[in-house]
């Protein structure tokens, strides 16, 4: 079993910048494909960003592909996004997931673990 704790999350501008981080139970995290999703109001959920194991494989969204940056630190069981040149369309509940393989993938129904989620919020 993983447990998974978003922080980070709060109210910027447009053209600001935050680092969302996710705090991983467990020991296999090292082992676990992650990835980031979000869920605006009204909205479905959407794919974000995905990471394989070891960090040597990542895919973003196109909507973002160029400002969000995914990253780990496994030895402190610990996900990122770093979010740059944040839009008001990125706002949203964002998500951390994992999944037990170790390839990314932007499929939410591949991921086995999901954390409570963090609001991101971008005003004009």
């Known amino acids: 079993q993983v447990q998974l704790v978003e922080s980070g999350g709060g109210l910027v501008q447009a053209g600001s910048s935050l680092r969302l981080s996710c705090a991983a139970s467990?020991?296999?995290?090292?082992?676990?494909?992650m990835g980031w999703f979000r869920q605006a109001p009204g909205k479905e959920r959407e794919f974000v960003a995905t990471?394989?194991?070891?960090?040597?494989?990542?895919n973003y969204a196109d909507s973002v592909k160029g400002r969000f940056t995914i990253s780990r630190d496994n030895a402190k069981n610990t996900l990122y996004l770093q979010m740059s040149s944040l839009k008001p369309e990125d706002t949203a509940v964002y998500y951390c997931?994992?999944?037990?393989?170790?390839?990314?993938?932007?499929?939410?129904?591949?991921?086995?673990?999901w954390g409570q989620g963090t609001q991101v919020t971008v005003s004009s």
């Open positions: 990471i394989s194991w070891r960090g040597g494989s990542t």
């Open positions: 467990g020991r296999s995290f090292s082992t676990y494909a």
């Open positions: 997931a994992a999944r037990r393989d170790i390839m990314a993938s932007t499929i939410d129904s591949d991921y086995n673990y």
